[in-house]
């Protein structure tokens, strides 16, 4: 009896951990490997190098510069998203009509591909010539038409970047919190009614918000993690295979030309630069963590 | 237990089978033995595609499988020259990290006494320590297209120095049509290379050893970008290289590829000319960027010497083969010399032009010197300078560390 569930644990497990192994951890463990090389144009240097990689990637003036501005991105990014997917789900919630529909409306922007929302966004919504949909709209309020994209002088291209991402994530992180808002007992809302306390600010910040304590620890780690893995909407809206300009270039961008663009492939320095990266995300990951989980 | 053993021994089989799936899957799926494999970009040309099918085909010396690679095929090739001894024989631009990794093999005994036929700057540029790495093919390069009328109607004569190409452009701008366009990136992907030359400046200096551009007039000559900008058509839904913007009527002049001839003299018909990039003043020279795409043989492959004769047959030999390759499909120039003057295209008008532009200023887009990172570092200092209004020298003597960095781990 117990060989065969073991059996059936590793018949279900054991794919998925193979899987695992492969192709999560062995190019984690090989690029690890690699920072320690000069490793340029190959997968099996001969060179050690020692920390050379990691001096060169942390004295890289592109690399710093595209941490700290996602490092900014992150603090501008995360709170936005949670609280507007907070607000969608809470609205949600609440409809008496139409549910479902709502919800899916606004969960079906995740399913959208990241790509096609770009390219979208790039050359339909936000496109510099007239007749861009975003230009349309400033026509009718006699505004003159905007490159976006091209636009540097304000950033007009953190606009498109912005709603990209937003379109594409609310939905994802409101079901979150409808889960778990469905998951407060109505018993607790019904004694605070009784207790008195007035529907609106007062029951959401007592009850709602600390029901909701483990969702947004969730939400929150989620979404710092994937501001700093930013990549997808970046790429396709900024950047091509022959570059990228060095404003709003995610840490991932500039890792991904360094190791893997056309002109040369230097995959010790960009795997230092990825274990750095990984490093930075997990101590904001822990502070982040730590500061939300303390108990108020 | 029976069953146990033979569930298990299924698995054991099933999981070789999927690891010897993956240790094979070397692109040489399905492909006769012996057959030599040739990798292209995707050219968007119509034609191309069929036209080296057909030259593999006709090959007698062996059996060879043309593989078409749209997408990032730069990289595409990248990853396959570190494992792999696939492809037998691509096309690319010598790189100094591929000699120094021998990745590659020299061909310079497939030339004979045709070298002195081959455009000698394209064999130059496919050069590293002497000796030659790949076979051009055909010459691609851009130019500053113009529509007559619109230059006219302002009253603008044709731009030949920067200054006037910068008030030219803001001349042209009249809101619904703009000055120019030279990609969406404000022209720092495209221009950076013109306007060194035309400051008398360069990637590297004569001998390859140091920076070219360690001088006080790179930040001028960048700084003449940032003027430009504000004349230039940014956030087009087509980049520089598609002639988009000028058929449309969205720019007065678009620099673009000599590629794009045919489609805007279709477009355009006469209300065309063409131009080099200006020159900033006396100490520069007008220009025009100059690269090509090569034969390149893996050494990594099962037969490199069938490859280079597949090689010396196809580029030095079929004469016929490489005149239609560089011009029936798209405007491209013959990379030798006598082959040129039997592309019809470019016998009169714009295309005649173009040719004396190439012969005149062309000048080595991409040297293989000139590393990745070095012109990671040069484009990021640009692009700060002429989008964003950064100190020209200061953001040039970062770009000048890193490349000096670079040019002397090449030689390490």
Known sequence: MRSRTTRTFWLFVGPFAVGLLLFTYLPIAWSSYLSFFDARNTVTPTEFVGLGNYVDILTDRAFLDSIGTFTVFAAFIVPTTVVLSLVLALLVNRIRVARAFFRSVFFLPFACSYVVASLVWKMSLFSGVDSGVANTVLGWFGADPQAWVGTVDPPLYWVVLVTARLWLQLGFYMILFIAALQRIPTHLYEAAWIDGASPGWQTFRHITLPGLRGALVAVL???????????????????????????????????????????????????AGAVVLALVIALVTLLSGRVLRRPT | MGVELSRRSFGVVAGLLGLAACGANTGRGGSAEGALRHWYHAYGEDGVQDAVRRYAAAYPGARVEVQWNPGDYDSKVLTALQTSGVPDVFEAQVKVDWVRQRQVVPLDDLLGDTRGDFVRTLLESQTVDGRLYGIPQA???????????????AGVTPPRTVDELIDAAKRLNTGAVRGLFAGNDGGVGVLTAPLLWSAGLDFLSQDGKAPGFDDPRAATVFGKLRDLNQALLLGSPTDWSDPGALVDGRVAMQWTGLWNLPKITAALGDDVGVLPFPRLDAAGAESVPVGAYSAMVNARGADVEAAKAYVRWLWVEKAEYQTEFATAFGAHLPARESLAASARPLRDGPGKDIVGFVTRGGRIASPARW?????????????????????????LRAALDVARDEIARLDR
């Open chain 1, 221 to 271: 780690t989620l979404n710092l993690i994937n501001a700093y893995q930013a990549f997808d909407e970046f790429y396709n809206i900024l950047g091509d295979s022959r570059g990228y300009p060095p404003f709003a270039r995610p840490p991932l961008v500039y890792l991904y030309y360094t190791s893997l663009g056309s002109g040369g492939q230097d995959l010790g320095r960009g795997s």
């Open chain 2, 371 to 395: 590393s990745a990172r070095a012109n990671t570092a040069l484009s990021d200092a640009v692009a700060r300078i002429a989008r964003q209004g950064a100190d020209p020298a200061a953001e």
């Open chain 2, 139 to 153: 010459i691609d390069t851009q130019v500053l297209y113009y529509r007559k009328s619109l230059l006219d109607k």
